[in-house]
């Protein structure tokens, strides 16, 4: 008796608190869901383009802070981030608003089947960044236009999208190969200032600008195109390879750090290190 007792009262107890409900679930709401789903790729995705995305990162950790405080009832820590909150949503509007009004502009251009490709990323291949090719053919490049002290600037995307920088520029989308390289930097030729963007085996475009750093630590005989590498390593995780036009030494920057007097051996062991970094 005390066997079917318990049993009874299990049974109401999984009744009570585990019990399940499905809703009635109609068309319209399956079309709301794939709505969300595809403006909510899509804000991701321009996240990821620009520089929000690590703005994104910085208010997750903002934002875990202040649940922590929530949990240890750290009240100053709240009222702080209460009284902040509407500043700081502020601040972000102005701070971002070129990018905010082109992925307003990009919204309106946009067909709404595109969107569709959030599909699209089923059996795509991300194991490597790049090609041991695109390596090979970039750096015979590089030590080639320092042989005979042609400056050029070549920024490597990594995770953080360079979008906003690569509308600065002229659109090429072209395979890495030697010959092209060499091509877009000779002296006098309509591509060869500024920078070339490279995202996985591509040239996405050429003669883009970059942001120059204010860090007033670099070596006073650094000049504009050293600067520019470092200034986009400061807003980006972008891995970039300078040539200097003076000397024909190979630099590199990232991280916000210049590396000067780069030896061949030495840029291929890092661009490796970057192509089989997690994607």
């Known amino acids: 008796m005390n066997i079917d007792r318990f049993v009874n009262s299990v049974d109401a107890f999984i009744g009570d608190y585990f019990s399940l409900s499905i809703p009635d679930i109609h068309v319209t709401d399956i079309v709301e869901i794939a709505i969300i789903s595809v403006l909510f790729y899509e804000l991701m995705s321009w996240i990821k383009n620009t520089r929000a995305w690590m703005l994104f990162r910085g208010l997750l950790f903002v934002l875990i802070l202040f649940f922590v405080a929530a949990i240890f ?24 608003q070129p990018e ?27 194991a490597k ?8 053919e970039l750096v015979r490049a590089v030590y080639d236009m320092g042989s005979v002290k042609t400056g050029a600037l070549i920024v490597i ?38 920078a070339i963007i490279i995202r996985k085996n591509r040239i996405v475009a050429a003669t883009c600008y970059l942001p120059l750093t204010d ?46 007097n780069v030896s061949q051996e030495g840029l291929t062991e890092i661009l490796k290190h970057v192509q089989t970094e997690e994607v």
């Open 73 to 96: 009832q750290m009240n100053t820590i709240l009222w702080l981030g209460e009284k902040l909150l509407n500043a700081g949503l502020v601040a972000v509007i102005v701070v971002f």
């Open 100 to 126: 905010l009004r082109h992925a307003l502009e990009q919204l309106g251009r946009q067909d709404f089947l595109q969107g569709l490709r959030v599909f699209n990323f089923i059996g795509r291949d991300e």
């Open 129 to 136: 960044r790049f090609s041991d090719k695109t390596i090979t």
């Open 157 to 194: 995307e990594r995770e953080v999208g360079l979008d906003e920088y690569i509308r600065t520029g002229i659109i090429l989308d072209s395979t890495v190969s030697r010959q092209l390289l060499l091509n877009i930097f000779e002296k006098n030729t309509p591509l060869h200032d500024g």
């Open 215 to 260: 860090n007033m630590e670099l070596s006073k005989d650094l000049g504009t195109r050293h600067r520019a590498a470092v200034g986009i390593s400061e807003v980006s995780d972008a891995m970039v390879i300078i040539v200097s036009e003076e000397t024909g030494q190979v630099a590199i920057a990232q991280d916000s750090r210049i590396i000067r």
